[in-house]
Protein backbone atom coordinates (compact mmCIF):
# COMPACT_ATOMS: atom_id res chain seq x y z
CA UNK A 1 0.00 0.00 0.00
CA UNK A 2 1.36 3.34 -0.90
CA UNK A 3 1.45 5.58 1.88
CA UNK A 4 2.93 8.60 2.92
CA UNK A 5 2.76 9.93 6.56
CA UNK A 6 4.07 13.34 7.75
CA UNK A 7 4.68 14.12 11.76
CA UNK A 8 6.50 16.37 14.03
CA UNK A 9 4.23 19.07 13.66
CA UNK A 10 2.81 20.60 16.57
CA UNK A 11 2.90 24.78 18.40
CA UNK A 12 5.99 26.19 18.77
CA UNK A 13 7.05 29.88 19.62
CA UNK A 14 8.30 32.52 16.73
CA UNK A 15 11.61 31.80 16.81
CA UNK A 16 11.51 28.64 17.39
CA UNK A 17 12.37 25.03 15.08
CA UNK A 18 10.91 22.22 14.30
CA UNK A 19 11.47 19.11 11.96
CA UNK A 20 9.18 17.38 10.18
CA UNK A 21 9.35 13.96 8.95
CA UNK A 22 7.97 12.18 6.04
CA UNK A 23 7.18 8.28 5.96
CA UNK A 24 6.81 6.87 2.36
CA UNK A 25 6.20 2.79 2.23
CA UNK A 26 4.67 1.17 -0.62
CA UNK A 27 7.55 3.02 -3.27
CA UNK A 28 11.37 4.10 -3.42
CA UNK A 29 11.94 7.59 -2.92
CA UNK A 30 15.04 7.09 -5.23
CA UNK A 31 12.78 7.80 -8.13
CA UNK A 32 10.25 9.94 -6.83
CA UNK A 33 11.07 14.09 -6.49
CA UNK A 34 10.43 14.73 -3.20
CA UNK A 35 8.70 17.59 -1.75
CA UNK A 36 7.21 19.86 1.00
CA UNK A 37 4.06 21.97 0.28
CA UNK A 38 2.12 23.53 2.77
CA UNK A 39 -1.14 25.31 3.21
CA UNK A 40 -2.28 28.32 5.10
CA UNK A 41 -6.53 29.19 6.19
CA UNK A 42 -8.07 30.90 2.81
CA UNK A 43 -4.59 30.20 1.04
CA UNK A 44 -3.89 28.20 -2.00
CA UNK A 45 -1.32 25.24 -1.13
CA UNK A 46 2.29 26.55 -1.80
CA UNK A 47 5.40 24.98 -2.64
CA UNK A 48 7.82 25.10 0.52
CA UNK A 49 11.42 22.90 -0.82
CA UNK A 50 12.12 20.13 -2.90
CA UNK A 51 15.00 17.63 -3.63
CA UNK A 52 14.81 16.34 -7.46
CA UNK A 53 16.34 12.98 -8.32
CA UNK A 54 16.97 14.09 -12.17
CA UNK A 55 18.94 17.24 -10.87
CA UNK A 56 20.04 16.25 -7.44
CA UNK A 57 19.62 19.23 -6.33
CA UNK A 58 17.07 21.68 -4.14
CA UNK A 59 15.08 24.12 -4.12
CA UNK A 60 12.81 26.59 -1.64
CA UNK A 61 10.44 29.37 -1.45
CA UNK A 62 11.67 32.68 -1.33
CA UNK A 63 10.11 33.02 2.05
CA UNK A 64 11.65 30.11 3.47
CA UNK A 65 15.69 30.39 2.09
CA UNK A 66 17.93 30.18 4.65
CA UNK A 67 15.31 29.19 7.48
CA UNK A 68 14.69 25.71 5.95
CA UNK A 69 16.41 22.49 4.96
CA UNK A 70 14.96 19.57 3.20
CA UNK A 71 16.64 16.44 3.42
CA UNK A 72 15.84 12.51 2.60
CA UNK A 73 17.51 9.28 4.02
CA UNK A 74 16.86 7.04 0.95
CA UNK A 75 17.92 3.79 3.28
CA UNK A 76 15.23 4.61 5.68
CA UNK A 77 12.45 5.97 3.00
CA UNK A 78 12.33 9.25 4.74
CA UNK A 79 12.38 13.06 3.74
CA UNK A 80 12.71 15.62 6.37
CA UNK A 81 11.55 19.38 6.42
CA UNK A 82 14.13 21.22 9.30
CA UNK A 83 12.31 24.43 10.19
CA UNK A 84 14.43 27.02 12.10
CA UNK A 85 13.67 30.85 13.27
CA UNK A 86 10.18 30.02 12.74
CA UNK A 87 7.54 33.29 11.78
CA UNK A 88 3.86 33.45 12.46
CA UNK A 89 3.21 33.50 8.77
CA UNK A 90 4.66 29.68 8.84
CA UNK A 91 1.18 28.42 10.32
CA UNK A 92 -0.10 25.87 8.17
CA UNK A 93 -0.35 22.63 7.41
CA UNK A 94 2.30 21.14 6.02
CA UNK A 95 2.12 18.06 2.96
CA UNK A 96 4.54 15.99 1.68
CA UNK A 97 4.53 15.40 -1.64
CA UNK A 98 6.29 12.35 -4.29
CA UNK A 99 6.48 13.09 -7.87
CA UNK A 100 7.83 10.26 -9.77
CA UNK A 101 10.58 10.76 -12.30
CA UNK A 102 9.56 8.79 -15.07
CA UNK A 103 5.72 8.53 -14.70
CA UNK A 104 4.05 12.13 -14.16
CA UNK A 105 0.82 10.48 -13.28
CA UNK A 106 2.53 8.66 -10.29
CA UNK A 107 2.06 11.62 -7.51
CA UNK A 108 1.72 10.71 -3.45
CA UNK A 109 0.02 12.94 -1.44
CA UNK A 110 0.52 12.60 2.89
CA UNK A 111 -2.03 13.47 5.35
CA UNK A 112 -0.38 16.77 6.41
CA UNK A 113 0.37 17.36 9.68
CA UNK A 114 -0.39 21.39 11.72
CA UNK A 115 2.08 23.74 12.31
CA UNK A 116 1.43 26.43 14.10
CA UNK A 117 3.57 29.53 15.15
CA UNK A 118 2.06 31.29 18.20
CA UNK A 119 3.61 33.27 21.46
Known amino acids: QVQLVESGGGLVQPGGSLRLSCAAS????????MNWYRQAPGKERELVAG????????NYADSVKGRFTISSDNSRNMVYLQMNSLKPEDTAVYYC????????????WGQGTQVTVSS
Open 26 to 33: GFSINIYH
Open 97 to 108: KADNILNKSRVY
Open 51 to 58: ISRTGGGT
